[in-house]
């Protein structure tokens, strides 16, 4: 298994919580598995509340209305209060249903999501395990997903849910080979899969940022944006779920928390392919402003968490606008733009970042001497 | 090859040129957004929409002509023009026990407001009338709420006394009509005196129409004011015209200003003018101004009258700067 730098936020915990020292032995690993546990599934709903009100505000800006307005000031408290109605609900298992899939298949879309929490770092030290496998680690992590809405599809036994689960089969697979290229392309550029390893390179002037080190970096930029948009089957890639012609796909014959539960984990997916873009291209947690990036103490931690966060939100927004912009594409459209469009651009964007990184290592464009050795 | 990239080309433009309407869509928001937080704050109703009625009651003469108006028969009167019913709301020379509508039925066609020679009823602006049970579609005007079983008791409770009402008042006439009758015989006997009686006729008319109401109860309250009512009307029609300029005091001057015509005459006609111009109605698009003037023009119909309105002032000020001029 993989090593684990000693910053990493298990070890850290075990710091913070003396008292699980004191429980006997054979009760520590769980302990700890929990209450690491907790901290990804607290990110993941809390991005879920506000991502959910965020797209309503959105959309509804977007469409010249107001959105939520009855619950909290802005009708913030809104997606709560839709979060406990649904809680609420019936839980309704079809009777032809195959049961233990059905309760499953949630679950295990979750579990996806929850998975690829683990590494994303939020700080240097703020990691749950900073594999030295990272990228390649999300990459396989990604896929589970998938299992849970193909779990889903089948075990509800409605031709609807069968369709938009076979749909969302064959997209992601289709759109994982780009996804592919372009995190290669970034491993070329940083030589490291860990992901703190691809951040740290980033560091110094926002010069310094992977989409800045060659001439094609912005390609794989778009195309990993395009890609991770398929990935999160959100609009114009939303043919799963495409309410005018499945109903509503995989989740048609889900309700309440079942339903709330594959909600919560297309947010949290959502998040963590932001996050990812901010990481992989625009430096991840560091703002790009040498004397802000080299603060220390907890202020240096809530301003590099901060910068995270935002460039995630900026991400965020950038889907939900794509979403409330665009229609949805045609089957065939998805694979044309898949297999005639982002893998040959990717291919030669790779070639290219590869010839550049064996001609001019290091720095990108710094090593051309347009701003030289700024911060680092 | 060259589609290929073109046809890239045209996608890329084709988004970002979407994107950016989206975006400035979202960035003016503010500006645009037509939401109506509905039951927090309401849109502006127009003026003349239909929404449930609203009576004003003290201008009723209850003569049921916007029930026998009403295309669905969903209004309901009762009450008398006989004498002053205990516990009853006043209306002008009428006491109204009952005056319910059932928006269950109404259709809100507006045809009851229509033949109202007072122009008392009026549709309003309340529109969202929500209830749980059938009965609650039924609304007191006199009271501007559900019509209830209380209100009911009372309507049941009083018809007795209606009807003791309508009998003293039958009575009466009748004692009346055949005074009248021993006086026509009087006076068809001297023939000279034919001129004298010219001026009893209206009497001896409505005395003529006390008998068949006699005859037939309830038919005969609203016959009985519309006869009452035609001799009061025609005169309105009348002053029409000049009634139009006196309403609006501001054009009424300039009129009477150029016109110095024979003196006396001009003061003469002008006197009898602002009485009777308010009561005319004048063009009925001007509702609001309209109703103002109708309640003055039934009152002031009473001389020494001490309710003047500031429009009456306005009309009667009219003939004063004439006679200043004169
Ligand atoms: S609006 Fe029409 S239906 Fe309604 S009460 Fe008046 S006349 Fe009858
Ligand atoms: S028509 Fe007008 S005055 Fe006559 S009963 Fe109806 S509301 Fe009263």
Request: proline share 5%; aromatic share 12%; glycine share 8%.
């Given at each position: ?376 | ?196 009686a010219a001026g009893d006729k209206p009497e001896a008319k409505e005395a003529g129409a006390a008998k068949p109401a006699a005859k037939a109860e309830k038919p005969a309250a609203p016959a009985k004011p519309a006869a009452e009512a035609k001799p009061a009307a025609k005169p309105k029609t009348d002053s029409a015209p000049k009634a139009e300029g006196a309403a609006k005091p501001a054009p009424a001057k300039p009129k009477a200003d150029p016109a110095p015509k024979p003196d006396v005459k001009a003061e003469e006609g002008a006197k009898p003018a602002a009485p ?51």
């Open positions: 298994m993989p090593e684990t730098t000693t910053g990493a936020l298990i070890y850290q915990i075990l710091e913070l919580l003396p008292f699980l020292k004191e429980l006997p032995e054979f009760l520590h690993i769980p302990m700890l598995m929990f209450v690491t546990g907790l901290i990804p599934v607290t990110v993941i709903s809390l991005v879920g509340l506000v991502g959910v009100y965020m797209e309503r505000k959105v959309s509804a800006f977007m469409q010249i209305r107001l959105g939520p307005m009855e619950y909290g000031p802005w009708g913030t408290l809104q997606t709560l209060a839709d979060g406990i109605k649904l809680m609420g609900k019936e839980d309704i298992i079809p009777r032809e249903a195959d049961k233990p899939l059905f309760i499953l298949a949630p679950i295990a879309a979750f579990v996806g999501v929850f998975l690829l929490f683990i590494a994303i770092p939020f700080d240097r030290d703020i990691i749950v395990v900073d594999l030295n496998v990272g990228i390649f680690y999300l990459a396989a992590v990604a896929s589970i997903e998938v299992v849970g809405i193909i779990m889903a599809g089948w075990a509800s036994n409605n031709k609807w849910s069968l369709l938009g689960a076979m749909r969302e089969a064959a997209q992601v697979v289709a759109y994982e080979i780009p996804v592919g290229i372009c995190l290669v392309t970034v491993v070329i550029v940083s030589g490291s899969f860990s992901m703190v390893d691809i951040v740290e390179e980033q560091k110094g002037l926002f010069l310094n940022w992977f989409i800045f080190r060659n001439p094609v970096m912005w390609v794989v930029f778009i195309a990993f944006i395009i890609a991770s948009l398929a990935e999160l089957k959100r609009a114009p890639f939303d043919l799963p779920e495409a309410e005018s012609e499945l109903v509503s796909g995989f989740h048609t014959e889900y309700s309440g928390m079942r339903f709330s539960i594959f909600f919560i984990a297309e947010y949290g997916a959502m998040f963590v392919a932001s996050a990812l873009i901010a990481i992989l291209f625009l430096g991840g947690y560091y703002t790009g402003i040498p004397f802000l990036d080299n603060i220390d103490g907890i202020l240096g931690i809530l301003i590099r968490v901060g910068a995270l966060f935002g460039k995630a939100f900026a991400f965020l927004f950038l889907q939900m606008w794509i979403r409330w912009t665009l229609p949805r594409i045609r089957l065939d459209q998805m694979f044309y733009l898949c297999y005639k469009v982002l893998v040959p651009f990717g291919f030669v964007a790779m070639i290219i970042t590869a010839f550049w990184q064996m001609v001019l290592p290091g720095d990108g464009f710094m090593s051309l001497g347009w701003a030289p050795g700024l911060g680092k | 090859m060259g589609t290929y990239f073109r046809e890239i080309y045209k996608v890329s433009k084709s988004i970002v040129t979407g994107m950016g309407i989206t975006w400035r869509y979202f960035v003016n928001a503010k500006k645009r957004i037509v939401t109506i937080q509905y039951p927090h704050e309401k849109a502006k109703i127009p003026s003349r929409h239909r929404g449930t009625h609203f009576l004003e009651t003290e201008k009723c003469i209850l003569c049921y002509q916007c029930s026998n108006a009403c295309p669905v028969d969903c209004i309901y009167i009762e009450g008398s023009r006989d004498g002053t019913v205990s516990g009853s709301h006043q209306g002008k020379g009428a006491s109204l026990t009952r005056f319910s509508i059932d928006y269950g039925l109404c259709i809100y066609c507006n045809l009851c407001c229509e033949p109202c020679p007072t122009e008392c009823i009026h549709m309003g602006q309340q529109f969202n009338l929500v209830s749980t049970r059938r009965d609650e579609m039924m609304n007191n005007l006199l009271t501007d709420k559900v019509y209830n079983e209380a209100d009911h008791k009372f309507v049941v409770g009083k018809r007795a006394e209606i009807d003791h009402l309508a009998e003293e008042k039958k009575r009466i006439k009748a004692e009346k009509a055949k005074a009248a009758a021993a006086a026509k015989k009087a006076a068809a006997a001297k023939k000279a005196a034919e001129e004298a009777k111009a308010p009561p005319a109605k004048p063009a009925p698009e001007e509702k609001k101004e309209a109703d103002k003037p109708v309640t003055e023009s039934k009152e002031s119909a009473k001389p020494g009258d001490d309710k003047k309105k500031e429009d009456d002032k306005g009309s009667s000020s009219g003939p004063s700067e004439e006679e200043k001029k004169s």
